[in-house]
């Protein structure tokens, strides 16, 4: 059936400018917005793609937006409702490894898509439910299910984005769909209190009912993201009949063992990224109350500046993102980072000054570490390992999360907010360790982090050369080693001492043996390669004897460039001789 | 020599609806309650006594299972209380608690006030101070601590103290969300006369009212959605009473630790690594000298 479909489908695939369906039944001419390879229709693919997100955006930031109203209305202390947001890690700390492989093996992403959402679905309603029937427990419940899908469903979305875009506007479409993110965030910290009030009017009281019915109403969100998920399996499902598109992957690799061979440098990596997002996130759970409390700000104004952090970073990080490229340098931006990030934390803790400036600054951090940091994985990482590193990466910042957001709640009730921000404080300045120790270490190592874009480039430029360099070799080689089928290894080793052989290189050696009676010279480079035999007899061609043997002589080339010792030659040699007789 | 005077004279109820209107009940007027005996309820070893009565009349049935009390706790020496809010006190002072426990409240949104009247003796002057302190460490989340100073008009040195943190615990054994929102109004000169049989009138002799002057502060419990003591029916709110300079909070060792570790490793590091590199730089320097 599908070979059918494919059989019927080819002409359209293979024509770019009809742009017409060849289906049987439909027309020959798509109108652009139906047509998958016209601009209006990828448009539409991205809005959906956008939207696919912004449900679980939303309601994530629910217990921070109506924070005062959990805690009276379903009378929990701090920690308890800290845990809402520890739920929603825990599933984390496992899936971020299995994210990738569901989509690809399992589901597929349009059904892995579908089922993400419908599980942040789900989790919401439940959240809502445990709200109306006033039982907490079913609340943490719905928190998890509700983490099962969230995350994954970024998964999702980034392959959907890579799988529609791949190419020049990729970057673009990452950069939207963040942005994207911290839109529904926003909206969600502005909008939940004065949906409460309005609910709250309605009701006449409030109590949990009141409550749930608002968490319901925000559950909203989550069924707009669902249809929109739906859509997109449905537009993709088309294009790729229509395209002969494959379906998207998320090509992540996921080895465990592979964390025995992480360096020194990815593990410090780490430690930044925990202690550093343990500050930040856990902070904006209980900011608004934090700003009611200790600053006197009135609901509206503590939801607003506790939404400042995403609202910087939406347009913040594409710039960041072109300046970290453009400069390089990225231990040094993310020291600038961390220390802004200390400086706003001790401003919160220590002073009564005006908190937007603290909060600005937060955000503006924020934004820039996120640029500087996540990047700095791919330097230290082998590139078969990245898919592991960043699904560990990803998995012990949700440990993180979890394990701070309950113990900042409990630090809250215990000890207050001077405390509290004192904890805060001192996992920033765990992150501040961690890069100081990365700084020396890749000193000391002499890695590649901290270089700047012009030396990376120059360094790239140069690696690019080699590379083009040994294709060449490689493709001059071909038939012989095609025919001697070397190992791949040989291959990769000799690559390395030519390239730090570099200039001309002399061998000069005896043979006693019967058959090089003679002495040879070899002369190579890592563009020429020539032999000069001296006397005696050659049983192979006697266009080589006396003369220089131009690169290209299949055999002697292939002997000589596996020389990088003496001893190597004869090895080399007698097993060409070998192949000769036969 | 008691140069701040004190005495708690009358609890109110109101309840302010939705346009900022206050509608008072009657006034719950202490002096006429029927109080119980002290000696019941004192304890000689940890130093309190609790005074609790209930009106002499009680047509609407609000004391029917509760009371109004005060509980006095004196101290052998400084140091800081366990329970909330946790106030740091000195041996020259003593703890005055005011419970408000089991009333029922006559309204559906309706709140408590205390009015706390002071006699002055002649060249002393009141002051009413609020300070705001970033340490809320031993009273978490509440930044704002009221006192109420005797300062002598010659030196301006202070005699005596009433402080308080602006927070009243709506449960027996305190926590943090059990607060309840304490303000305090202005120090006003009281608009009322002492009553005939009254105990101050009784130690400062006729002349209250007089060269004595009273004033008095209203402190009101509940914000704008407290509806904690409605649930819980209890009410307590701490107050420290002194001779002396009110006591200062400062920061626990522990916050000064944690902060001198986690700024002082990264800095030390910063400057040790520094020494390090640079010394192994000029090393490596030395090593290339000869060849030049």
């Given at each position: 059936m599908v070979e059918e479909e494919r059989a019927l489908l080819s002409p359209a695939g293979g024509?770019?400018?009809?742009?017409?369906?060849?289906?049987?039944?439909?027309?020959?001419a798509l109108p652009a917005v139906c047509d998958p390879r016209r601009l209006p229709h990828r448009l539409l693919v991205l809005a959906l793609m956008c939207f696919l997100g912004f449900g679980s955006y939303f309601c994530y930031d629910n217990p921070a937006a109506l924070q005062t109203q959990v805690q009276r209305d379903m009378k929990v202390r701090t920690a308890q409702f800290m845990a809402l947001y520890a739920w929603y890690s825990w599933p984390n700390v496992v899936l971020c490894f299995f994210g990738g492989f569901l989509i690809d093996r399992v589901f597929g992403i349009r059904l892995g898509t579908i089922i993400f959402s419908i599980f942040v679905c789900v989790g919401q309603v439940i959240f809502a439910l445990g709200a109306l029937l006033n039982t907490f427990w079913l609340m943490d419940m719905g928190r998890f299910i509700f983490g099962i899908g969230g995350e994954s469903l970024a998964v999702a979305q980034n392959t959907y984005a890579v799988s529609w875009f791949k190419g020049k506007e990729l970057n673009l479409v990452f950069g939207l769909q963040l942005s994207m993110a911290r839109i529904g965030s926003t909206v969600n910290m502005n909008i939940m209190g004065w949906i409460y009030t309005r609910v709250q009017d309605l009701l006449g009281y409030t109590g949990p009912s009141t409550l749930g019915l608002t968490l319901m109403i925000g559950g909203v969100t989550c069924l707009f993201s669902l249809t929109c998920a739906l859509i997109l399996a449905y537009l993709d499902k088309r294009a790729q009949k229509l395209l002969c598109k494959e379906q998207g992957k998320t090509g992540e690799v996921i080895k465990l063992t592979d964390v025995k061979d992480f360096s020194l440098s990815l593990w410090l990596i780490f430690v930044i990224c925990v202690c550093y997002y343990a500050a930040v996130f856990p902070f904006i759970g209980l900011g608004k109350v934090f700003f009611i409390e200790k600053f006197k700000f009135s609901s509206q104004e503590a939801s607003a500046i506790n939404s400042i952090v995403y609202i910087i970073s939406a347009p913040m990080s594409p710039v960041f993102g072109l300046l970290v490229d453009k400069v390089g340098k990225n231990i040094i931006w993310v020291l600038c980072a961390v220390i802004t990030t200390l400086a706003s934390h001790i401003m919160l803790a220590f002073t009564f000054w005006n908190p937007w400036i603290a909060m600005c600054l937060l955000g503006v951090a924020y934004s820039l570490l996120a640029c500087a940091l996540w990047p700095m994985v791919a330097f230290v990482v082998p590139e078969h390992q990245l898919g592991t590193a960043y699904g560990f990466m990803q998995s012990i910042q949700n440990l993180g999360l979890a394990i701070i957001s309950i113990a900042a709640g409990m630090i809250l009730d215990a000890r207050g907010y001077l405390f509290l921000e004192v904890f805060f404080t001192a996992c920033v300045c765990l992150s501040l360790i961690a890069v100081v120790m990365l700084y020396f270490v890749n000193h000391l190592t002499g890695g590649?982090?901290?270089?700047?874009a012009k030396k990376r480039e120059k360094l790239q430029k140069v690696a690019a050369n080699e590379v083009e360099e040994q294709e060449r070799l490689r493709r001059q080689n071909e038939d012989d080693l095609a025919k001697l089928q070397p190992k791949a290894d040989d291959f990769s080793l000799r690559n390395k001492y030519l390239s730090k052989l570099g200039a001309q290189v002399q061998v000069s050696h005896q043979e006693e043996d019967g058959f090089f009676n003679s002495q040879m010279q070899f002369l190579f480079d890592s563009e020429n390669l020539v032999v000069i035999i001296v006397g005696g007899t050659w049983p192979v061609s006697t266009a080589a004897r006396g003369l220089p043997a131009v690169a290209g002589e299949g055999l002697f080339e292939h002997g000589l460039l596996e020389c990088y010792l003496a001893i190597f030659v004869r090895v080399q040699f007698a097993m060409n001789l070998e192949w000769l007789e036969v | 020599m008691l140069m701040l005077n004190l005495s708690l004279w009358a609890v109110f109820e109101y309840s302010e609806a939705k346009g900022l209107e206050e509608l008072f009940y009657?006034?719950?007027?202490?002096?006429g309650f029927s109080w119980d005996s002290v000696n019941r309820t004192l304890n000689h070893t940890a130093l309190t006594a609790e005074f609790s009565g209930v009106p002499?009349?009680?047509?609407?049935?609000?004391?029917?299972n509760g009371s109004v009390g005060f509980r006095v706790t004196a101290y052998e020496a400084g140091g800081r209380d366990r329970p909330l809010p946790s106030l740091l006190h000195t041996a020259n002072s003593s703890k005055v608690e005011f419970v408000l426990a089991g009333v029922a409240p006559r309204g559906n949104g309706s709140r408590f006030a205390l009015e706390v009247a002071t006699v002055e003796e002649p060249g002393v002057v009141q002051e009413l101070r609020s300070a705001r302190s970033i340490d809320d460490e031993y009273t978490p989340t509440i930044f704002e601590m009221l006192s109420l100073v005797a300062q002598s008009?010659?030196?301006?040195?202070?005699?005596s103290f009433l402080q308080w943190k602006a927070t009243a615990y709506g449960s027996r054994s305190p926590r943090r969300e059990d607060n309840i929102q304490c303000r305090s109004g202005g120090l006003q000169a009281a608009n009322w006369t002492l009553p005939a049989s009254s105990i101050v009138r009784a130690y400062f002799g006729e002349g209250v009212g007089s060269s004595y002057t009273v004033s008095a502060i209203n402190i009101s419990f509940g914000g704008e959605d407290g509806e904690v003591y409605q649930e819980k029916r209890y009410l307590s709110w701490s107050a420290l009473l002194g001779f002396g300079q009110p006591p200062r909070d400062t920061f626990s060792p522990l916050v000064i630790s944690i902060m001198a570790v986690a700024l002082g490793t990264p800095m030390a590091m910063l400057l040790v690594g520094g020494c390090v590199l640079l010394f192994a730089q000029r090393k490596r320097y030395s090593e290339y000298e000869p060849i030049n």
């Amino acid at each position: 059936m599908v070979e059918e479909e494919r059989a019927l489908l080819s002409p359209a695939g293979g024509d770019d400018d009809g742009g017409g369906g060849g289906s049987p039944g439909s027309p020959r001419a798509l109108p652009a917005v139906c047509d998958p390879r016209r601009l209006p229709h990828r448009l539409l693919v991205l809005a959906l793609m956008c939207f696919l997100g912004f449900g679980s955006y939303f309601c994530y930031d629910n217990p921070a937006a109506l924070q005062t109203q959990v805690q009276r209305d379903m009378k929990v202390r701090t920690a308890q409702f800290m845990a809402l947001y520890a739920w929603y890690s825990w599933p984390n700390v496992v899936l971020c490894f299995f994210g990738g492989f569901l989509i690809d093996r399992v589901f597929g992403i349009r059904l892995g898509t579908i089922i993400f959402s419908i599980f942040v679905c789900v989790g919401q309603v439940i959240f809502a439910l445990g709200a109306l029937l006033n039982t907490f427990w079913l609340m943490d419940m719905g928190r998890f299910i509700f983490g099962i899908g969230g995350e994954s469903l970024a998964v999702a979305q980034n392959t959907y984005a890579v799988s529609w875009f791949k190419g020049k506007e990729l970057n673009l479409v990452f950069g939207l769909q963040l942005s994207m993110a911290r839109i529904g965030s926003t909206v969600n910290m502005n909008i939940m209190g004065w949906i409460y009030t309005r609910v709250q009017d309605l009701l006449g009281y409030t109590g949990p009912s009141t409550l749930g019915l608002t968490l319901m109403i925000g559950g909203v969100t989550c069924l707009f993201s669902l249809t929109c998920a739906l859509i997109l399996a449905y537009l993709d499902k088309r294009a790729q009949k229509l395209l002969c598109k494959e379906q998207g992957k998320t090509g992540e690799v996921i080895k465990l063992t592979d964390v025995k061979d992480f360096s020194l440098s990815l593990w410090l990596i780490f430690v930044i990224c925990v202690c550093y997002y343990a500050a930040v996130f856990p902070f904006i759970g209980l900011g608004k109350v934090f700003f009611i409390e200790k600053f006197k700000f009135s609901s509206q104004e503590a939801s607003a500046i506790n939404s400042i952090v995403y609202i910087i970073s939406a347009p913040m990080s594409p710039v960041f993102g072109l300046l970290v490229d453009k400069v390089g340098k990225n231990i040094i931006w993310v020291l600038c980072a961390v220390i802004t990030t200390l400086a706003s934390h001790i401003m919160l803790a220590f002073t009564f000054w005006n908190p937007w400036i603290a909060m600005c600054l937060l955000g503006v951090a924020y934004s820039l570490l996120a640029c500087a940091l996540w990047p700095m994985v791919a330097f230290v990482v082998p590139e078969h390992q990245l898919g592991t590193a960043y699904g560990f990466m990803q998995s012990i910042q949700n440990l993180g999360l979890a394990i701070i957001s309950i113990a900042a709640g409990m630090i809250l009730d215990a000890r207050g907010y001077l405390f509290l921000e004192v904890f805060f404080t001192a996992c920033v300045c765990l992150s501040l360790i961690a890069v100081v120790m990365l700084y020396f270490v890749n000193h000391l190592t002499g890695g590649d982090l901290n270089w700047s874009a012009k030396k990376r480039e120059k360094l790239q430029k140069v690696a690019a050369n080699e590379v083009e360099e040994q294709e060449r070799l490689r493709r001059q080689n071909e038939d012989d080693l095609a025919k001697l089928q070397p190992k791949a290894d040989d291959f990769s080793l000799r690559n390395k001492y030519l390239s730090k052989l570099g200039a001309q290189v002399q061998v000069s050696h005896q043979e006693e043996d019967g058959f090089f009676n003679s002495q040879m010279q070899f002369l190579f480079d890592s563009e020429n390669l020539v032999v000069i035999i001296v006397g005696g007899t050659w049983p192979v061609s006697t266009a080589a004897r006396g003369l220089p043997a131009v690169a290209g002589e299949g055999l002697f080339e292939h002997g000589l460039l596996e020389c990088y010792l003496a001893i190597f030659v004869r090895v080399q040699f007698a097993m060409n001789l070998e192949w000769l007789e036969v | 020599m008691l140069m701040l005077n004190l005495s708690l004279w009358a609890v109110f109820e109101y309840s302010e609806a939705k346009g900022l209107e206050e509608l008072f009940y009657p006034t719950y007027d202490l002096s006429g309650f029927s109080w119980d005996s002290v000696n019941r309820t004192l304890n000689h070893t940890a130093l309190t006594a609790e005074f609790s009565g209930v009106p002499a009349t009680d047509p609407g049935g609000s004391f029917s299972n509760g009371s109004v009390g005060f509980r006095v706790t004196a101290y052998e020496a400084g140091g800081r209380d366990r329970p909330l809010p946790s106030l740091l006190h000195t041996a020259n002072s003593s703890k005055v608690e005011f419970v408000l426990a089991g009333v029922a409240p006559r309204g559906n949104g309706s709140r408590f006030a205390l009015e706390v009247a002071t006699v002055e003796e002649p060249g002393v002057v009141q002051e009413l101070r609020s300070a705001r302190s970033i340490d809320d460490e031993y009273t978490p989340t509440i930044f704002e601590m009221l006192s109420l100073v005797a300062q002598s008009q010659n030196d301006s040195s202070t005699r005596s103290f009433l402080q308080w943190k602006a927070t009243a615990y709506g449960s027996r054994s305190p926590r943090r969300e059990d607060n309840i929102q304490c303000r305090s109004g202005g120090l006003q000169a009281a608009n009322w006369t002492l009553p005939a049989s009254s105990i101050v009138r009784a130690y400062f002799g006729e002349g209250v009212g007089s060269s004595y002057t009273v004033s008095a502060i209203n402190i009101s419990f509940g914000g704008e959605d407290g509806e904690v003591y409605q649930e819980k029916r209890y009410l307590s709110w701490s107050a420290l009473l002194g001779f002396g300079q009110p006591p200062r909070d400062t920061f626990s060792p522990l916050v000064i630790s944690i902060m001198a570790v986690a700024l002082g490793t990264p800095m030390a590091m910063l400057l040790v690594g520094g020494c390090v590199l640079l010394f192994a730089q000029r090393k490596r320097y030395s090593e290339y000298e000869p060849i030049n």
